[in-house]
């Protein structure tokens, strides 16, 4: 499956992953080593057209060391998540080799990582998901692994948590397991992209702003200090759980729109709730979800064109059907024009819902002073093998 | 105890009653007629030097029709709550006059209400606390009622919950009660301001801006669909009261300030939890948690000099002792010292602390930006008697 080159003895494969952003979310850990979460959690992988981290791994007799660059800019890799994937990687192609004495020994090769995002680092999207899954991907590319997804989503679990979500496209659920040592804590496919085809999504990029808190450090604060945290995990994730696997099963946008929200705000409530408390949203945040709140306002049967999700920084992503698109990615077209974004081939096609909505003056403005650019785009398939080599 | 002028025969009786700021929060009703809560809260009722309703109450067999007047503005009455308050205090002293012939009939006169605050209405404080225990026990003084502070909280209770807290001086607790008819929902004294005079706080008054929900409104919104809410009520809630009354009998102001801090922001989690997402705090009030938190940070034992609370607003009510006034009010007042409130005798008296604290520029300037006054207060007494008559 790998590329080989004779020349230099250089074997190499490359992927492309894409990014996912969670509508039931994931915070807090049972165990911090082996990124066993607390509760399950679900996200859409979105279009790889769009956002996507293309990763060449490759490994030969002659490097000296592994090694990791993103964005030409050389990464530690010494940290005990990346040493826990090369690892695990590394020990299933040994286990290859040793069934098959034919077979190179690219175990034993020192490994060479090159990594690009197609998106601005600075945009404080969820980066480390797409990362993982893209080195776990290649990796396994190059050794010639037959491991499934869901195999390599518990390899990838270990870099990211939320990786192993990157490993699929569609709507992906990240279970969340009972074994100590992480075995069913894994990512399957909910339902492939192809199954409801129609979902967009429009990220309000907030202008850069110190972090609050990573999100490492801020979901153990979360586990250690909020009273209401516990009730979270055990009792209302797992419900809601049940029910968007439901929503997306019956391509109920309603559904699907409501538990989103939900699930965003309950998350946000266990962040405010921590000791001491942890803001991600700001009053940026807060006036996308008055944009919002105002564009389902307009639907005629009471129901909701759209729906809100924020990670663990200031940035809106909002979800809506196709059929929709004018009527959420229009308004916020005719609010936002003049920001980055609008320029791609799904920009360019949005018509600018005309005039502001009633009542959301305020929030309009809000959304002009804080929103740096927009990123349209769709739910969209797994990572992608390229023949396109970064090194 | 009212006076009587012959030459009009009115009969009046005035009083002062203070505001009260919670530490543990009231937010959410098991019966809204009633204004029964769904768990039980704590106060600390703050100095009428500082924050307080003037109320007199008179009655005539000349008046023909009740009225109200707050600030010189006539109210409306006619509502259900204003109009339970009436009809109570009227009922006892129709008791009195029944056993005591002798007495005049004024439950059978109209009455007159005038009340004016000593502090701005759009500072946006919590006014309905201590307007409707000034209305009561304005009354229950004309009426010459024998009926206890903890008596009169049940009727001013019914007026707006919090303003029960409100007809006792010192650290007061609203217990929950069971009783369908709310006779054991009542306020009762934990400990009188003598006890632990030493609290003072500081209000950081928020510019002006349209508030999110109103509390009624709101709180009924959280009860019926944050998913959190129900544990907040029932398990964390009754702990944290236990937890209060005893830091208060110790006077143990570390545990009163994390108690406070954490019950503040799990109270506004679960407003966030709610559907449609209700926001109190904005970025001032988050600048103002940040700045506590440096303040904190600054203690050599690692313990608190402050703590903030959060109503259903903005405004950040920051409470400390007073031998720590110059480390706490002080860095505001070197922060915020353009600002007004610092004229006042007590704001006089506090010391400049120079020099911003590490790490807090990003929230001085958005303290600066957003905050418009402040208010020096300290805990006080109850509702005082007056021969002071506004009319």
């Known amino acids: 499956m790998a590329s080989s080159s004779s020349a230099d003895d250089i074997t190499r494969a490359s992927t492309f992953a894409p990014v996912n952003i969670a509508v039931i979310k994931y915070w807090g850990k049972r165990d911090t080593k082996l990124n ?17 981290t293309h990763t060449t791994a490759s490994c030969s007799p002659s490097f000296t060391s592994d090694c990791l660059t993103l964005n030409s800019q050389p990464q530690d890799i010494s940290g005990a998540r990346t040493q826990a994937c090369l690892r695990e990687l590394r020990s299933l192609r040994a286990d290859l080799e ?39 991907r290649a990796i396994a590319n190059l050794y010639a692994l037959s491991s499934s997804p869901t195999d390599l989503s518990r390899i990838a679990r270990q870099g990211s948590g939320s990786a192993c979500r990157s490993l699929m496209g569609g709507y992906v659920a990240w279970q969340k397991g009972e074994q100590a040592d992480g075995s069913d804590s894994f990512a ?63 391509r109920d946008f309603e559904a699907f729109a409501v538990l989103s929200m939900k699930d965003s705000n309950n998350f946000h409530a266990t962040c405010l709730d921590t000791q001491p408390p942890i803001f991600y949203m700001n009053d940026t945040s807060r006036a996308a979800v008055r944009m919002v709140e105002a564009i389902n306002a307009l639907h005629p049967e009471g129901k909701t064109y759209a729906a809100y999700t924020f990670d663990a920084g200031p940035n809106a992503v909002v979800y809506y059907l196709a059929q929709d698109e004018d009527m959420v990615a ?34 309009g403005e809000k959304l002009k002073e804080g929103i740096s650019r927009v990123i349209l785009t769709s739910v969209g398939d797994g990572p992608r093998k390229t023949e396109e080599h970064l090194c």
Request: no cysteine; proline share 5%.
């Open 330 to 363: 229009g308004v916020f077209k005719g609010l936002l024009g003049e920001k980055t974004g609008w320029d791609s081939p799904r920009g360019k096609k949005i018509q600018v819902k005309e005039g502001a909505l009633a009542g959301t003056e305020v929030a």
């Open 36 to 52: 066993l979460p607390t509760n399950a959690s679900l996200s859409v992988t979105l279009s790889q057209d769009d956002l996507r």
């Open 188 to 250: 399957y496919e909910v339902s492939p992209a192809s199954h409801w085809p129609d979902m967009r999504a429009i990220i309000l990029v907030a202008s850069a702003e110190k972090k609050d808190v990573s999100s490492t450090a801020g979901m153990q604060q979360t586990v250690a200090t909020s009273a209401l945290f516990a009730h979270r995990a055990e009792e209302v994730v797992p419900k809601r759980m049940k029910a968007m696997e439901k929503a997306i099963h019956d």
């Open 98 to 136: 040793s069934s098959d004495p034919s077979l190179p020994k690219l175990s034993t090769q020192h490994l060479k990582i090159v990594s690009e995002n197609n998106f601005p680092t600075a945009a404080g999207l969820a980066s480390s998901a797409a990362g993982f899954a893209a080195l776990v």
